[in-house]
């Protein structure tokens, strides 16, 4: 059995339980129990704090932990970054007020910063040769500047908009941030095997991800030209049908290009494509 710690809500919370849930991992759906074990698969899910996974993980309270990288960074606790995972992202940034003229980074001399990551913010500064005041809140750093208490922030910004409704403009990024799943140093094998099933799981889950799978109906005529536009993972599949000059052609597409291409297959004559998702993808 391997315990993996969770936060306990909010968006990195869903994001995780969604992809436990896509790589079959049935945990159930109440979180009034501080541990929730599987009932397909040797795991348990352990709900914490976001900024207490670190910490769990590198005791070995909990054998991994699916934490925002700036909380590992922000903690700098000693465990092993196994994956990193591509959702709840975000950036660390620093942001003053929209009607202040700022010149660039020496404007953070001798100025006060309110955040809540300031080991991050310190070690930055200290690389670039500012010397500022750090002043640590772990409420809502954004009202800082708003109330006199600072004279810019340094926080998680994601889509902007809490920064726009405090008045504030983004102006220096400093790290950006996504999900990480870590690992304990000291792992045992049985434990290790454990979790390379699960990666492979989540490898699956991920390689799916954007991905269509395409059937249609194409003339040999242009057999060549069709499989030269299709990106398949070695080549499409090609199956005869009962009309000699036709023949049926699967593929897989990915969505960032899939409109330019079907464009181009129609193009050259294909017809009754079908377009199916792709829920798991094993390479």
């Given at each position: 059995m391997i315990r993996i710690a969770v936060q306990s809500k909010g968006r990195l919370f869903?994001?995780?339980?969604?992809?436990?849930?896509?790589?079959?991992?049935?945990?159930?759906?109440?979180?009034?129990?501080?541990?929730?074990?599987?009932?397909?698969?040797?795991?348990?899910?352990l709900y914490l704090r976001d900024d207490d996974i670190p910490q769990?993980?590198?005791?070995?309270?909990?054998d991994l932990g699916v934490v925002?990288?700036?909380?590992?960074?922000?903690?700098?606790?000693?465990?092993?970054?196994v994956e990193r995972l591509g959702f709840s992202k975000c950036r660390l940034s620093l942001a003053i007020p929209k009607e202040v003229n700022y010149t660039g980074l020496e404007w953070f001399n001798g100025k006060k910063i309110a955040t809540?990551?300031?080991y991050i913010l310190s070690q930055f500064l200290e690389q670039k040769g500012i010397k500022a005041d750090i002043h640590v809140i772990t409420g809502s750093v954004e009202i800082s500047p708003g109330i006199g208490l600072a004279d810019g922030i340094f926080d998680i910004v994601s889509s902007g908009?809490?920064?726009?409704?405090?008045?504030?403009?983004?102006?220096?990024?400093?790290?950006?941030?996504?999900?990480?799943?870590?690992?304990?140093?000291?792992?045992?094998?049985?434990?290790?095997q454990t979790l390379r099933e699960m990666?492979?799981?989540i490898a699956a889950v991920k390689q799916a991800e954007d991905k269509k799978y395409v059937r249609m109906n194409a003339p040999k005529a242009s057999l060549k030209e069709i499989?030269?536009?299709?990106?398949g993972l070695k080549s499409p599949t090609i199956?005869?049908?009962?009309?000699?000059?036709?023949?049926s052609v699967h593929a897989v597409l990915d969505q960032k290009r899939f409109w330019e291409i079907i464009g181009k297959l129609k193009e050259l004559g294909a017809q009754g494509i079908l377009v199916t998702p792709i829920e798991k993808m094993i390479l």
């Open positions: 869903e994001d995780t339980m969604n992809l436990l849930a896509e790589a079959d991992i049935k945990i159930g759906a109440t979180r009034r129990t501080l541990l929730v074990q599987s009932s397909n698969f040797p795991l348990e899910v769990s993980v590198a005791s070995g309270v909990a925002g990288e700036n909380e590992f960074v922000e903690r700098h606790e000693q465990a092993d970054v809540s990551y300031p908009s809490t920064l726009v409704s405090n008045n504030l403009r983004e102006v220096e990024v400093v790290m950006k941030s996504e999900a990480l799943l870590i690992a304990n140093k000291q792992l045992s094998e049985e434990k290790r990666l492979f799981r499989i030269e536009v299709l990106p199956i005869p049908l009962a009309d000699e000059e036709w023949c």
